[in-house]
């Protein structure tokens, strides 16, 4: 089963930032966040991944609460290609074989 | 650049038959598993492997055989097909060694088992 927490589903505005959600409550300390999505009817795509600092890159950023029982993925303007599930996931830097996708969030962006 | 290439992409089996489901990658990577998708449900590992010559089990691998004989390609053998099957085969690979977890998908496969 999946170790992190997302609510099922989310609904965001076109051009504005959307904020997904994510609890890790059985993280360690040395796994890291990483974020998938999943556009309907295609393959997941790697997002973004971090330890416990934020990250930002082309695609989206990534806030990791300190106790880093928390994360947020930030898209900053979304558009309705967005629409898809984002699945957040708790890795291991690199190393684990195994990764578990949950049922992710789906976000749903509306004109 | 291909990336992960996934063939065939639909496929309808009656009960009983076998088939491959291929998958290649251009990108010289040594980590390449097969999930399966069904409704509502996540992504599950069905096999990995970490390298050519080398490959393992996942969370459902029951009813399924891989092989890795080159580094490119990592094809799904189902032995004898059944209706519970009936799913979404996405493959993936990644770089490996310090970078598992970042995959790469192929475009999917949707197999019916009749």
């Keep these: 089963d999946a170790k992190t927490t997302q609510p099922p589903s989310m609904d965001c505005a076109e051009g504005r930032a959307a904020n997904l959600p994510c609890n890790h409550s059985t993280i360690s300390g040395n796994e890291y966040v ?65 990764l578990t996708f949950g049922k992710g969030t789906l976000l749903t962006v509306n004109p | 650049n291909a990336g992960v290439t996934q063939t065939p ?37 069905i096999h990995y492997s970490v390298g050519a010559g080398i490959t393992d089990q996942g969370e459902v691998p029951n009813g399924y055989n891989v092989s890795r004989s080159t580094t490119e390609d990592f094809p799904l053998r189902l032995l004898s097909a059944a209706p519970s099957q009936t799913s979404v085969y996405f493959c993936a690979s990644s770089p490996g060694w310090t970078d598992y977890e970042k995959l790469f998908f192929g475009s999917g496969t949707q197999l019916s088992v009749l």
């Design chain 1, 34 to 98: 990483y974020w998938y999505r999943q556009i309907h009817s295609q393959g997941p795509q790697y997002i973004i991944h971090g330890l416990k600092n934020n990250e930002t890159n082309e695609m989206a950023s990534l806030i990791i609460t300190e106790d880093r029982k928390s994360s947020t993925l930030i898209l900053p303007h979304a558009t309705l290609r967005d629409t898809a599930v984002y699945y957040c996931i708790d890795g291991s830097g690199g190393s684990n074989y195994k």
């Design chain 2, 9 to 45: 992409k639909f496929q309808v089996l009656k009960t009983g038959q076998s088939m491959t489901l291929q998958c290649a990658q251009d990108m010289n990577h040594e980590y390449m598993s097969w999930y399966r998708q069904d409704p509502g449900m996540g992504l599950r590992l």
